[in-house]
């Protein structure tokens, strides 16, 4: 019977798959979580957060599921063992990933795992009853760690917090917070602080402005097709399905975009404590100070929104 269930949950459409791990597994799934076709969950407990996404055939089955909220799980992943597997909010764990959860694996808060990495935590191929070794142990990622495409991880490793792996790595040994590693085995080569930039609220303004322009430029130009105006100051002004659109910034310091009249407006924030003034009340807003913004339900704040998660990965947050 039980079999029948996972192949029922299997083959159900996204929108009945929620109902059913919910009615027939127990699960604890969140607000706003999307579950791909042919993905499939197994577990004695199973938590999805608010906002999660596991995307279309990619399968977890381990005695434990826990998905913190906004967490991503791509496609054709595959976790699987008899424990724990554990991903914070905001991380992603990229397509294609394998994981073995013969122990417990835990991955942090803001973390990504790129594709077709691999963690494992048993490794033998030859007989141990001969003298060959063989090792079981869990696997723990911190928090604000970039593991990069291809990247293996051994069984026993622990990465700490704040820590970049280049891709292709091997991990045969445990990174200390705060570093840089690459190469096989991984070795740190640099601190993490090395590639960070401090960012006033100038560079905050500018690193905004550069991915408004990139959005115009990838999605509304060369996905969609539209004809896009950049004033000086950065604003975009545009038709979509029939309706003016203005998205601009609004900066640290200085004047606002003239107001629109009856544009559709949206605007990237990057001044602490921001209100919208009377013009602009009933502008979409993503705060970049805060990382907070209305739940989308207009498509270009839903297209610029996933853009800058996909792209940048600022960790948004709905209000």
């Not at 424990?83 to 694996?105: Q, Y």
């Not at 790595?169 to 590693?181: F, N």
């Not at 609220?201 to 004809?227: V, Y």
Request: aromatic share 10%; glycine share 10%; net charge positive.
């Amino acid at each position: 019977m039980r079999k029948l269930l996972l192949a029922f949950v299997l083959l159900a459409p996204p929108w009945l798959k929620k109902w059913l791990l919910r009615r027939c597994f127990g699960a604890k799934i969140g607000r706003g979580v999307r579950i791909g076709w042919f993905a499939l969950l197994k577990g004695q407990r199973i938590e999805i957060g608010d906002y999660a996404r596991i995307s279309g055939f990619a399968m977890l089955q381990c005695r434990e599921v826990l998905i913190g909220d906004y967490a991503s799980i791509g496609g054709r992943v595959h976790v699987y063992g008899p424990a724990t597997f554990a991903i914070g909010r905001h991380s992603v764990l990229g397509a294609e990933t394998m994981v073995n959860v013969w122990e417990d694996v835990r991955i942090g808060d803001m973390s990504a795992i790129g594709a077709r990495s691999m963690i494992v935590t048993h490794g033998t191929a030859l007989p141990y009853t001969e003298g060959y070794w063989v090792k079981f142990a869990p696997v723990t990622i911190g928090d604000r760690v970039w593991v990069g495409s291809g990247v293996f991880i051994q069984p026993g490793i622990t990465i700490g917090n704040e820590c970049f792996v280049n891709a292709m790595s091997v991990v045969k040994r445990d990174l200390p917070d705060g570093s840089v590693a690459e190469g096989y085995p991984a070795k740190v080569v640099a601190p993490m602080a090395r590639l960070r930039r401090t960012m006033t609220p100038a560079a905050l303004d500018d690193a905004a402005r550069s991915m408004l322009a990139h959005f115009a430029e990838a999605r509304l130009r060369r996905e969609w097709g539209l004809s896009v105006a950049i004033a000086p100051d950065g604003a975009l002004s545009f038709r979509f399905h029939g309706r003016h659109y203005l998205v601009a910034c609004a900066p640290s310091d200085g004047a606002l975009p003239a107001p629109a009249g009856r544009k559709r407006v949206i605007l990237l924030a990057t001044r602490p404590g921001w209100s919208p003034p009377p013009d602009f009340k009933a502008a979409l807003t993503i705060d970049l100070t805060t990382n907070r913004t209305p739940l989308p339900r207009d498509p270009i704040h839903r297209a610029l929104e996933g853009f800058l998660r996909a792209y940048y990965s600022p960790p948004l947050e709905y209000h």
